[in-house]
Structure formats: C-alpha cells, structure tokens
C-alpha cells in the first residue's frame, strides 16, 4: 500500500502527515504538487492524503479554490473509483467543497482560530480509519481551525447517522458526548465522517500531530495503523 | 510636489522628513551637492533610528558579543547564528512591531510577524518556532482590549497559516502601555552548518532580482514613523501601516529555500523598513560594491508610482537577490513554480555606489556605505541624567509596610491578577503545534521545548523581562530579565546560549529615557557575561511613549530577553507540574523579607511602585547550576521557578497543571505575605519522589545550596500552616477563565 500526500500551496501540515506514513509507519509516501493531474502511479488500494493548511491562503472560503486545482481532478475520480482519500483539517474542508463530502465547516461558533487538545470517541467502526479503535475510548487529539464549525442540513444530517457515516464526536476523557466538550459549535459534535461509500474521509482533529513520543501524545497515530491494518479487511 | 526632480530640496525638506539640520548638512557634505528629493528620502529612512540605531549602537556595542557557539557577530547579519552541534545551526531574533500594532493592532502585528520570520529564512534558515513578547495597557479599558483583539488575531493569521507553531511568549499589562502598546516577535529557525546565505552583494555583472509580492504603496517612511513619538495624530499615518500576506509569506519561504539550494544565490536580504533602499544599500556596502537599478523593472501593483514611493515602499512578501550571472534561469524556474514575482531590476557594479534608473533617467546616485550603519550613518552619545523618581522609589521600603493577615483573601485576589492569570485566552489563538516539534503543549515547563528533528536534542526558548523591575532599578531589572531567561531554561532541562534582545524605550532625546537605556545595556552586558549567553543580536525601539495632555509619559523601559537554550539529550526535558500526592515538595534557593515591585504590591496592597526584589547574581548563577545537575541526576520530578506572585503562585501552577493540592509551612523567621507573595529572585521549587529524598538532600548539602523542605503535594487542596486555603479546582476556574472574562468585558 502506498501513501501520496498532496501538496496545496499553502498547504502546513503535509510534511508532518508525510513524516508519519514514511518515518514512523516506514511506508512508501509520495507528495503529489497540486499543478499535476498526474498520481504518479497510485492505484486504487492505495490513499491519498489531503493535509491541513491554508491552501491557496484560504482568503475566500477555506478549500473554495483548491476544489478546483488540477489535482483534484484526479484525486476526485479516484475517490469515485472506490480510492482511499483522507482529509485532515484543511483537507476536510476542501472534500466538502469538492462534494465529495456532505456538509460544510463553518466558522467556528466563537469566531476565533482555536488550537488545543480536545476529546473524540469514535463513532462507527465501520470504516478504515476507526476499525481498529476501541469502542467509547476517547483520543486525545490536537485542533487547529478557525473554520471547523461542521453544518449539515436536517436531511443530511440523518442520511449521515442512518448509514453511520459519523466517525468521530467530540467528547470529554471519558467519551461522553455533551456540549461543554464541544471546541466549535458542530452539529452533534461531529468532528469527523466519511462519505457513503466509505473510502473518503474527513476529520477537523489531527491525528498527525498526536503520533511520536516527543510531542507526548499517541493517541493519533492509532488511526494511522487502523488504516494500515483494516485497509486489508476491506479492500 | 508632483515631479521631485524639480521639487527644490532645503534644510526644511529635511525637517519633514525626520532629519536634523545637521544631518542635512552632513548629506550634503557627502554628496558634494544638495540632495534631490528622492536621494534625500533615501537619507531619511536609512538615517532614521529604526535603519541606523544612531541613538543606541554606541551603547550596544559595549554588550558581550562574542562566544564559541557565535557562527556570526552580532549585527553582520539578519539574524544572530548559533551552533548547536551535530552540524546544526539556530538562527533567531526577536523585533518590535509597536506602533504600527498601536494604530492599526490586526495588520500591525501580522506585519511584525511575517518580518521577523523572513531575517531568519532569507538566511536559509527554515523557522521552527515563534514567540511574542507583548505589553498592553489596563485591560479593563474597551481600548486596551481592542488592541489585544486586534493584535492577537494578527499573530494568529499571520503564524497559523505561515505554519509555524507558536510555542511560547508573554503578555502583560500596565497602565503605562495604555497609549502605546509593545509587539516584539521572535522567529527561531534551524540551518545546516555552512548552508546560510549571507545578505551580500559581490560580483561585477551580477544581476540582482525583487522576488515575492509586487510593490505596492504601503509603508512608505515606515521606518521613519517609528522613529518618532505617538502621538493622537498618530492615526493619520495610516498608510505607513503595511498590510501582511502570509499565504504569499509561505510561498516565498518555500521558494527561497529551493532556490538556495540550486546553488545560483550569491547573497539575499529581505526587505523590511525601508525596503529596496535598505536592502540594495546595506547589501552593496556589505560587499563593497554598487548598484545599477531600473525601478521601471520592479512589478508594482498600481501603475504611477513615484520613483520615492517603490524605493521606500515596505510592501511585504519580497526579497532583494543577488544571483551568480549565467545562473538566472534556476532561479527563475523556482519562482515560477511558486507562482511569485521574480523580477531582474539592476545589476553589481564596482562603483560603490547605488544609481536607480527611471524611464532612462537617473534619479538618484547614493553612496552605498555612506547610508548604513557601521559606515556613513551618524552615531550619537545622548546626554543622561537620573530621572528623580528612581529616588523616589527607592524610598518606598516595602519592609516598613504593615502586616496583611488576610492570606486566603489575599491568595484568590492575587489569584485573578490579569498578569498572573492563564493566557489561554490568548494563546489558544495560535497554532502551537503545526511541525510536529513542540514537547511543551503536553509537558509543559518554564521555558518552551521545541524537538529538532533527526536529532535526540531540542531548542529551548523564552521571552522575559518584567519591565516593572527594570523602571524601578534598570540596572538591576535588566539583570533580573536575563537571569530570569536563563532560570527558565534551566529549570526545563535545557543550557543557555545566548540573547536576543528587543529593547523598547520611551524617547532617547530624554535624559532620563537615556539613563535607563545606559542602565540597561549595563545591567544586561553583566548578566549575559555571568551567564555566558552572548548577545547576538536584536532591535532597539525607542519612542515607544504617550502624549498626554500634560506632557509626554514614556512606557516602562522594556528590554525583552529573546533566550535560546539548547538540550543535548531530550530526556532531560523536565516539567513544572506537581506528578502525584506524596512527592515532597523543596523551595530551592533563599527567600528573603522582601516584597519589592511585587505583582502583590501592585494588586492587593495597591502600592503600585516599589524598589525591586532583591538579588544576587553569583547565588542566582550557583543556583542554576545545581539544578541543572539535579535535572541530569533524575533526582527531581518538576521544577518550576518563582517569579511573579512569589512562592504561592509558583505552586499555585504547578498544582493546577498537575490537578493536585499542596500543603506546606511558612516559616517563622519572615513576614508570612513575603514569604508567600514576594518575588526575591534566584529560587525555584522543585518535588522529589520521597524514595530519592535523602540523595537529594545530601547532593544540595555538598553543594552548599540553600533549601528548605516545605511540605508535600496532597490531593486536590491548599493548605497552608494547617490553614485551608481552598480547593484547587477553585483557583484552576480563576486561572483558566479570567483573561476570557476580563476581554467579554465582565467587571470584577
């Protein structure tokens, strides 16, 4: 399995993502530049990761231009073939954008940029990324967006609990859902969901910054080896 | 004023532009002629305090700077360099951004941010890390919160999506700062040894490029701006405020980084104040060379700007490179997958001097070393005298100040102190994790721990200076702001290395302003010898004051300690909250009956000016030592030093950072509110696993450090002489919640 990382300009968080699959996980990880169609060689079975950032400054909505780089051309079809596609953050955004995500992340309920630890407990195992997490175990996981307030309508909102399309909720330590636990004002305190087709991913928190020793935190790369580990199971 | 050519230059010209007749004099002298008005802008800015530190550089020049780990001297280059082994080399530097932040705090902020982190790219250095040191009035002004909006949120745009984390700072606030405000960023970058690039121009026939953003008209006479007083007219000079672009911040830095490495780069500097005019000035005197420019080649973003105007303009985002001739196209290829201007605007020559071109026609001729600092720039000695209130202060004996009984009460309103409070508020503003590097968001201490990757080492970094300290005693106070800077990085584990400073002062045409500045400088040359940290660099910001209706008030002299330790081996990383009831709990150090310039004084005996704490340099220095070898003996499981709001306080943070209570015993043989409340330097309180305990002891005893063994963490309450002093999660809701309160506006 391989791993392409794509590079936004503007994008902040890709060397971080890449540093994960490639140093930690030792997997094969390549960038993709956002001027290419080109996926150099990534097949379905393979993931391609869309970074946190500001991509192309985000001075309009975040991710309103990068849904229209050259590479999301190619990141959009492969997503349709059934291809593993996760954003993280600023790469949430950009899926929403781009459709191939329901919903849209709003500012946050306070206006401000917000970076601290938070909670999420996984809310499905029915995807990749969850698979291996153990059920009503909160992670501690880092944010860091002004714009992560995730809005979908009631109908949406439905369709996404009634084919468990919510991954994660924000929680306190003990994985209860409520709304002092709440960083952004999300509808239901959803951080994170994937499409229906379960093989795209979004999430606010990131994993990525929780995934080496020297930071003290590991919760996150346990979503990393999830992927790893049940990317077989469900392929 | 339409054609400038023809515009008649006098001594009056020059006045407008913040020269002195005498400065007027000298160009003239230099030039063998009178100046057009282009060539006497030109003169303006790069004579102006913020370009030619004409006021301080004497002074600055009697500090330490010279060490083994210096790669560079202070001022040869944007920012100092520091060797911090294993091939690896940190450039740093901390910068005002004052009175741009006092009239417009958003932009003025994020401008002062994007700066700093380009001093340390345009070096070839890639920032790892940020801090900010900042100084607001009284917070309980709509005014003053406005600013700290304003200026947060700056900081936060510009460094959130520049991507990188924000690790650390401090933020204080004094009715001194009410008018003007202090922004001071500081940007921490790693380079591998012998990969910088020098900000110099060299080679006949070289061609020299503008690359990043277009000019634009913001900024012009910014550096001159600075250079004055604030005043309420302040605010019609809007348009010197520049207008920051991190998203292209970004891309320059990852296209300069890139081009270096295509080997086609012979020198670059960023442009700041005073922008083409500095860079093409201080890169050609450098090397001794000169400059043909054709300004009609430098991309503008409106059409019709006057020649003076792209020559001064501090448009943001750009750089002045110099490129090995033959060699363009590498450069050029870089830039144009970045998607940034990359413009060829001039060329080196032999001639020493800078000649800039418009429409065919030369419109200025400028000696290059005649401009800049260290070669034609005047240099001035001020005349200082002691301001009378230093006496006056000194009168003030906090020993004489009746007993105040009321402990508890006293604890919670010092508790709330603005200034002692979390700065969460603030802080969760800004991404402090992006890189992945930041040890500190999870195991906090005293100084921020940034992971150097491919290494077992991290950098460690603080900003410091309690400026109350240095108003009441600047000899001493900036003692204190060093060795205070160096306790924190010791108390994380970490060695200091050297300084940075930013030094913000009221106006040096004031003698008293100018006997604080004089103190300073000496009090911080004697500080950075003890303590072997070198001073590598900084700024000097002077008229940092406010005009009142009846007179002017100078702000507190502030001179930020911008400190850079490093930690060979990350398992010495040690953090500042208590681990678990049970562990004893040591003060380190000699308290004293002291209770000089103590946030205590200011906030619950309202007795706003004092004498400073008492210190001692050679016992703070032994202090730090020993810590340092208890750190590396695994003897100690938290250190945290006391500072502002005394013993109680230091604990305080570590029971709330740890979720646990403590109980101790005051002794006897002080007034219990000094004991508790005072700030008497050069102690910290550490705890012990009780298993480790006699070790301990014995080690301090052979080592002759003072201690005393206060009590032990318990579980989740304060008690003190038996006396319950409350819950913990009682103060841990004061702590976390005020500064939100206090910004919403809610009276307490």
Redesign the interface.
Known sequence: MKFGVVVF??S??D??VF?VFSSYLGMETIKLWHKDEDLKGLELGDCIILP???S????LRSGAIARFSPIMKSVISFAENGGLVWGICNGFQILCEAGLLPGALLRNENQ??????VHIVPSSNQSVITAQLTPNVALKI?I?H?EGRYFADEATLAGLKQNDQILFRYSDASGNVDAPSNPNGSIDNIAGICNIGRNVFGMMP?P??A??T????TDGLKLFESLLTSSKIFS | MQNQSETLVTVETGKKLGLTEAEFEQIVSIMGRTPNFTELSIYSVMWSEHCSYKNSIHWLKTLPREGKRLLVGAGEENAGLVDIGDGLACAFKIESHNHPSAIEPFQGAATGVGGIHRDIFTMGARPIAALNSLRFGNIDLPHTRRLVEGVVAGISHYGNCFGVPTVGGEVYFNDCYNQNILVNAMSVGIVEVGKTVSAIAEGLGNPVFIVGSATGKDGIHGATFASADLTEDSAEDLPAVQVGDPFQEKLLLEATLEAIKTGAIVGMQDMGAAGITCSTSEMSAKGGVGMMIDLDKVPTRQKNMKPFEILLSESQERMLIVCHKGQEQLLLDVFEKWDLECAEIGEVTDTGTLVFHTSGTKIAEVNAHSLVLGGGAPVYQREYKRPAYVEEIRKINTKSIPLNTKYVASAKKLAASPNLVSKRWIYEQYDSMVRTGTMTTNKPSDASVVWVKDTKKAIVLTTDCNSSYVHADPYQGAMIAVAEAARNIVCSGGTPVAITNCLNFGNPYNQGVYWQFVQVIKGMGDACRKFNTPVTGGNVSFYNQSVLKDGTEPVFPTPTIGMLGVMDDISWHTTLHFKKPGHVIYMLGTPVNDLGSSEYCRTVLGIPLSAPPSFDMDEELHLQQNITQLIRKKYIESAHDISEGGLFHCLLESAIAGNVGFDIETDSNFRKDAYLFGESQSRCVVTINPQKEDAVVNFLNTHNVPFSRIGEVIKDEIKIDAESFGKIGEYTLIYNNTLGQKMAGVQN
């Not at chain 1, 192309?56 to 001075?59: A, E, K, N, T, V």
């Not at chain 1, 401000?112 to 630890?117: D, E, H, V």
């Not at chain 1, 020297?214 to 935190?217: A, C, D, I, P």
């Open positions: 300009p503007g902040n968080c060397e971080d540093e946190g950032g500001f192309y400054g985000d001075y401000q940029f917000i970076c601290k630890n880092p860091a002004a990131h990525e910054r995934a080496n020297m930071v003290g935190n």
